[in-house]
């Protein structure tokens, strides 16, 4: 009875894409987040007759043969790129991409990381980090004398002080772009780590070779569209029940099978 796991194969299909959606809405509030979308395939097929086979001797060719599928298989778990709405904060160190790109960000263990979470902060020591305390790379630094800061769409970081009209150039922000975004593996904390899927990162200033540029005082939400969802939930739920009902139409079939006389 094929019936049992080819239904089995679409239950757990159904399983994952309710997972995923579920990860979205439970993310629809965090800045930089990309929807995920769950994609599968089908499985192998039994050959009962090829198609093209010689069906008699006098050479008649089958046109379509039997094929029996054997289910569905997940194939990936895409991340749906789109940029969030742009929400003002008002606050000097956040910051939204707007367009392509990616900040980087410094990892303990030495690794480079990827996000577009500008949401950042001033350390003990005045460095610009992220909310987590991980280094934005180009690293900038900011007196503790500094009375504001100020962003261009450039990513050059300025900082006036009380004593002087004009500002201080105290560095750059850089962006870095990616051949194929969505081969980037999602480390958690709005944060993703360079694959060979993904490809190497193209670092550039911002505006520059395609990349998008900074607004200061912005964040980025989440791409999220909370009504797409939920019909995707109720549609992922009513397969899942479709595929209980098929288990369910094989068990009787297989009693009755079984209480034949």
């Given at each position: 009875?094929?019936?049992?796991?080819?239904?089995?194969?679409?239950?757990?299909?159904?399983?994952?894409?309710?997972?995923?959606?579920?990860?979205?809405?439970?993310?629809?509030?965090?800045?930089?987040?990309n929807a995920r979308r769950a994609e599968?395939?089908?499985?192998?097929?039994?050959?009962?007759?090829?198609?093209?086979?010689?069906?008699?001797?006098?050479?008649?060719?089958?046109?379509?043969?039997?094929?029996?599928?054997?289910?569905?298989?997940?194939?990936?778990?895409?991340?749906?790129?789109?940029?969030?709405?742009?929400?003002?904060?008002?606050?000097d160190l956040d910051i939204a991409i707007?367009?392509?790109?990616?900040?980087?960000?410094?990892?303990?263990?030495?690794?480079?990381?990827?996000?577009?979470?500008?949401?950042?902060?001033?350390?003990?020591?005045?460095?610009?980090?992220?909310?987590?305390?991980?280094?934005?790379?180009?690293?900038?630094?900011?007196?503790?004398?500094?009375?504001?800061?100020?962003?261009?769409?450039?990513?050059?970081?300025?900082?006036?002080?009380?004593?002087?009209?004009?500002?201080?150039?105290?560095?750059?922000?850089?962006?870095?772009?990616?051949?194929?975004?969505?081969?980037?593996?999602?480390?958690?904390?709005?944060?993703?780590?360079?694959?060979?899927?993904?490809?190497?990162?193209?670092?550039?200033?911002?505006?520059?070779?395609?990349?998008?540029?900074?607004?200061?005082?912005?964040?980025?939400?989440?791409?999220?569209?909370?009504?797409?969802?939920?019909?995707?939930?109720?549609?992922?739920?009513?397969?899942?029940?479709?595929?209980?009902?098929?288990?369910?139409?094989?068990?009787q079939m297989m009693a009755a099978t079984?209480?034949?006389?």
């Open positions: 009875m094929r019936a049992l796991k080819i239904a089995a194969t679409g239950m757990t299909a159904q399983q994952l894409r309710v997972e995923t959606i579920s990860n979205n809405l439970a993310n629809m509030n965090t800045t930089g987040y599968f395939s089908d499985l192998h097929y039994q050959q009962v007759s090829r198609a093209g086979t010689v069906n008699a001797a006098d050479g008649t060719v089958l046109p379509t043969g039997v094929q029996l599928g054997l289910g569905v298989r997940p194939s990936a778990v895409s991340i749906h790129l789109a940029q969030g709405a742009l929400s003002a904060t008002g606050n707007d367009g392509r790109g990616f900040l980087e960000v410094q990892l303990p263990s030495g690794q480079t990381a990827y996000t577009r979470d500008g949401s950042l902060k001033r350390s003990a020591d005045g460095l610009i980090v992220t909310s987590d305390g991980y280094a934005v790379i180009p690293e900038v630094t900011i007196p503790v004398d500094a009375r504001s800061l100020s962003i261009n769409p450039d990513g050059e970081v300025y900082a006036y002080f009380d004593d002087a009209s004009e500002g201080q150039l105290l560095g750059q922000f850089t962006l870095a772009a990616f051949t194929n975004a969505k081969g980037l593996e999602a480390l958690g904390s709005n944060l993703f780590a360079e694959t060979e899927a993904s490809g190497a990162p193209l670092v550039a200033a911002p505006g520059e070779d395609g990349l998008g540029s900074v607004r200061q005082g912005y964040l980025e939400d989440s791409s999220v569209d909370a009504v797409r969802e939920v019909t995707e939930l109720i549609e992922a739920q009513r397969g899942y029940e479709m595929n209980a009902k098929v288990i369910s139409a094989a068990d079984a209480q034949v006389r």
